[in-house]
């Protein structure tokens, strides 16, 4: 069952057992050639491992068959935009899904992430805050935020703090909050130190 195969697909990507998700997916898609999640998971992991054409092949095979899907939608964005360098038709895209899922997460942070790499800022930010301001228990976009603000000079005593100590109550174990944490206290008292952006959807 096509369905049940995605879910294994689906704990095995958690689980970051890749090379197991790659190949349930492959052997599922030989019995369900024609089922649009198994097809944007196996062009998720074929992206994840550089195989850009490949991926990009099964993103358009199950758009084709579901082409409102956000997931699969938000996905493509991000390959034409950030490896494509497409950016006209990633805007497109983005834009496409926010206009049916205004809330969509891992699309408002990935359209964020595209915007700030075109020099947007100002968008870039307002995109991470209604992401935040819509998920607000998600640690990760909230670690997002934290993280872009510190970027922009905003970090030390102020907002960056305040949201990077909320993001690791939210979930204490992600590490890129806890490191970026770290660094902002100790650049406010003077130690410096280098910065890594957290995830966000």
């Known amino acids: 069952d096509g369905d049940a195969m995605y879910e294994v697909v689906g704990r095995q ?9 790659r190949e349930t997916a492959n052997r599922a ?43 699969t939608l938000f996905q493509y964005a991000q390959l034409i935009g950030e490896v494509r360098g497409d950016v006209g038709r990633a805007r497109d895209v983005f834009e496409r899904v926010l206009k049916d899922k205004p ?35 998600e640690g990760s976009i909230v670690a997002s935020l934290a993280g872009f603000l510190h970027e ?16 690791i109550a939210l979930d204490p174990s992600r590490a890129e909050a806890l490191y970026n944490y770290a660094t902002l206290k100790l650049g406010e008292g003077g130690g410096g130190g280098g910065h890594l952006r957290g995830g966000g959807g």
């Open 29 to 71: 898609l030989t019995s369900n050639p024609h089922h649009p999640k198994l097809l944007a998971a196996y062009g998720s992991l074929l992206s994840q491992s550089r195989d850009y054409d490949a991926a990009q092949s099964y993103f358009e095979r199950s758009l084709s068959l579901a082409p409102e899907s956000p997931d």
């Open 152 to 167: 922009a000079g905003r970090g030390a005593g102020g907002e960056a703090a305040r949201l990077f100590e909320r993001s």
């Open 103 to 137: 809330s969509h997460a891992p699309t408002l942070c990935g359209y964020s992430r595209l915007l700030e790499s075109w020099g947007d800022q100002g968008s870039a930010e307002r995109l991470l805050r209604r992401a935040a301001d819509q998920n607000p228990s």
């Open 13 to 21: 990507i958690r689980e970051r057992r890749f090379d197991a998700a």
